[in-house]
């Protein structure tokens, strides 16, 4: 298993011979929109050079779905599955009609699987009412990606039994997304070996300097994270 951040909460994972995708964010897109959130780390082109096999949208805001980043994955060539929830599902679809991608529509409670890799859609408490986290399973470890995210009940009886091997969640307690604090609260609770606190660093100056946790890794934006 290898695992990138691509800055923002995008990731790259690379497992069973297949590369996964999940809310990448490598434009400057956001910056047209609200000009005060211009991207702080210039864009890596080589990612935007990969022919993703599965690309998983948590929610539909603009750094999560980013239609300058997915126009460069979902081409007329691209065999993809693709896999989105509600609200963003059917704009992905007319946006890119022309592929030879399987769009999937993935709700909270939703599973699929692709060769060795299980995917699992759970809840995530944010300002798009049907943004999901979600659980990768590959090589025996479980890694749940929280997607924008408050702290809340209604997360933690979403999500499985199973161990989780290492949880990814923001930490800049704005835009409805936990603060350091609620984070490292929420990462204990999942009683994850590994804690990779990101959404820091692309529109401000956060770090993850007060974020807790005994299994902390700070990612760095462009290179593999290592467990």
Not at 70 to 76: I, P, Q
Request: with cysteine; hydrophobic share 35%.
């Amino acid at each position: 298993m290898k695992i990138t951040w691509l800055g923002q909460a995008g990731l790259l994972f690379e497992t069973d011979g297949k590369k996964i995708v999940i809310d990448p964010y490598l434009s400057d897109n956001v910056k047209n929109f609200e000009p005060e959130n211009g991207r702080r780390v210039p864009v890596d082109e080589k990612f935007l050079e990969i022919s993703p096999d599965m690309i998983l949208i948590t929610h539909n805001h603009l750094d999560h779905l980013d239609h300058e980043t997915l126009k460069y994955y979902l081409k007329e060539d691209s065999h993809a599955s693709v896999f989105c929830p509600t609200g963003g599902y059917q704009e992905l679809r007319r946006h890119y009609p022309n592929t030879h991608c399987n769009y999937i529509l993935f709700n909270s409670g939703t599973a699929w699987t692709e060769g060795n890799v299980k995917i699992r859609a759970v809840t995530a408490e944010h300002s798009d009412p049907n943004a999901i986290g979600i659980i990768l399973s590959s090589e025996g470890k479980n890694y749940y990606v929280t997607g924008d995210t408050l702290y809340s009940e209604r997360v933690f009886a979403s999500l499985p039994s199973d161990p989780i091997y290492a949880v990814f969640l923001p930490c800049n307690g704005r835009g409805n997304n936990m603060n350091m604090a609620d984070a490292a609260r929420f990462a204990k609770r999942t009683g994850a070996e590994y804690a990779i606190p990101f959404h820091i660093g692309m529109f401000d100056s956060f770090t993850d300097e007060a974020f807790e946790h005994p299994g902390k890794i700070t990612p760095t934006i462009y290179e593999e994270i290592v467990f």
